[in-house]
């Protein structure tokens, strides 16, 4: 049975030809004046040759002005270009369409000129007026997108083919559907598996935590001095010191071998307060502190603690101004604000300035901080021994591209990677430097690129430089278990890395590995 498609405006009803094309409600005989967009009609469907009254509207057709002229002579089921639905179904489906009769504003800015002839308010009344009682009328808000629900659809109504390819046969089509809906609920079950491992391990490791803190405070700190060589005690130093506790460990494993007392503390605070007011007062590298208020916003940026403001700006400001006037050999450098921030996180001022004054005194960082650099060799010359031994493709790699240890090293050992890791992961490798030496920063050094082999070995120097300036956003905390089980497999006693560092040639200058 063939049928002739009626355009009913409720209060004309026009036939439509095979010449015309069916857009917005509007019959046009030329398609190239189509909108951009696809748009949305009202039709009736009549009987040819018999009773040609008026139907309701039973079909709303979707037809794309790129793939689907919208040919109203044949049938709307056997056309790729459009979508027939029932009325009840476009109540359903147009979520935030344009009233079904018109384009949206979006369309119509993009055409040449108004397909839609204007219609006065009083033919509107008239039209509706005239309009059947029955007859259901589908009107949505005005939206900029008008098939905003093609973006809505549930995984069964998404095509599985573009439009602009042949139709697929019902049992392909039913075929592919349930692979997909396979693949999603696959997915789907993978992710919910995986934020629930996830949160099972965060717990553990809170629970840890908290279990560790009382075992600190309850049995290790009322008798440090007998418990820090025991075994229990470094295993739980290895997993991490409870934050709340390394305001009383610290200090402690730290020591005050310089005898540094509050009140050369506070001397010093007010020495670099008199600097201030008299800055020709000049001694030794004293001038070096004009740089630190370039540094500190520099400093553990997402803390903003340390920024212009922050809570422990001016702590942080004092502190390596009063370190600056205690040694004038060393003065300020950069990356020592990190050094001070870290320790200010957990301590008091003037312990944290104590710490800092007997940390920057231990051999390997004294060295850099003096920037003395036939001593940094030795150092440097004991990493490239200790690559070359444990990763030799990696170091073979690193040669070959020309890359050497200044452009990592250095500034890993001056901020005692607090600046190059995550926080936490920066606190637990304190923790551990603290308790094992400056061998232990080396032995950290070679386990990072035991982590990052892969990624290593896959880059040149510009994506080696990339690799190691993401690592303080994107590693947490599978990354944190897996760098200390890497640091637990380097072998190195702090004996075997002082005759490494006594062996070492003295060189002017670095050299590739």
């Not at 320790?343 to 104590?354: E, I, K, R, V």
Request: hydrophobic content about 35%; overall charge neutral; charged content about 25%.
């Amino acid at each position: 049975m063939e049928w002739e498609y009626v355009m009913d405006d409720g209060v004309h009803k026009t036939a439509l030809s095979n010449e015309h094309q069916l857009v917005a409600g509007v019959a046009v005989s030329d398609p190239s004046s189509r909108p951009a967009a696809s748009a949305i009609v009202v039709i009736d469907a009549v009987e040819p040759n018999k009773d040609s009254s008026p139907r309701t509207p039973s079909k709303l057709r979707l037809a794309s002005p790129k793939n689907s002229p919208g040919t109203p002579g044949k049938s709307s089921s056997g056309s790729s270009g459009g979508e027939s639905l029932s009325i009840g179904e476009s109540k359903d489906r147009l979520s935030s369409s344009t009233e079904v009769r018109s384009l949206s504003s979006s369309s119509s800015s993009t055409s040449s000129g108004s397909l839609t002839p204007p219609v006065s308010k009083g033919a509107a009344a008239a039209s509706a007026h005239k309009r059947n009682a029955s007859e259901p009328i589908v009107t949505q808000k005005p939206s900029t997108n008008p098939f905003s629900w093609l973006f809505n659809k549930s995984p069964t109504q998404v095509s599985t083919r573009p439009t602009t390819l042949p139709p697929k046969s019902a049992e392909e089509e039913a075929k592919h559907r349930k692979e997909y809906e396979a693949m999603m609920a696959s997915f789907a079950q993978k992710m919910e598996e995986e934020t629930k491992r996830k949160e099972e391990i965060k717990r553990k490791r809170e629970q840890r935590i908290l279990e560790n803190k009382k075992v600190w405070q309850s049995e290790i700190l009322p008798q440090y001095e007998k418990k820090k060589k025991d075994k229990k005690t470094r295993e739980l130093w290895w997993q991490g010191i409870p934050p709340l506790v390394r305001a009383k460990v610290w200090p402690i494993a730290i020591s005050n071998d310089l005898h540094i007392t509050p009140e050369l503390y506070k001397i010093m605070v007010q020495h670099a307060k008199n600097r201030r007011n008299d800055p020709l007062d000049e001694l030794g590298r004293m001038k070096t502190v004009e740089l630190i208020p370039t540094d500190l916003p520099r400093t553990f940026p997402a803390l903003a603690f340390y920024q212009p403001g922050g809570p422990s700006h001016d702590t942080l400001k004092e502190t390596l101004e009063a370190f600056a006037q205690y040694r004038p050999d060393i003065g300020y450098v950069q990356g020592m604000s990190y050094l001070a921030a870290i320790l200010l996180l957990y301590l008091d001022p003037f312990p944290a300035f104590c710490a800092l004054c007997n940390l920057l005194n231990r051999p390997c960082q004294l060295a850099f901080y003096r920037l003395e650099a036939r001593v940094i060799s030795r150092y440097t010359h004991v990493f490239r021994t200790l690559l070359r031994e444990n990763l030799p493709d990696v170091s073979d790699h690193l040669n070959s591209i020309g890359m050497s240890t200044e452009m990592f090293l250095l500034d890993w050992i001056l901020t005692i990677y607090a600046k190059s890791l995550p926080l936490d992961i920066s606190s637990r490798i304190w923790d551990v430097y603290i308790l094992e030496g400056d061998s232990f920063l080396f032995r950290t050094a070679v386990a990072i690129f035991r982590v990052l082999r892969k990624q290593i070995l896959d880059v040149d120097l510009g994506g080696i430089r990339k690799v190691f300036g993401s690592l303080c956003d994107c590693w947490g905390w599978e990354e944190e278990e897996e760098l200390f089980h890497q640091i637990h497999n380097v072998k190195l006693t702090p004996e075997r890395f002082d005759q490494l560092i006594a062996a070492a040639p003295v060189d002017d200058g670095d050299h590739p590995f």
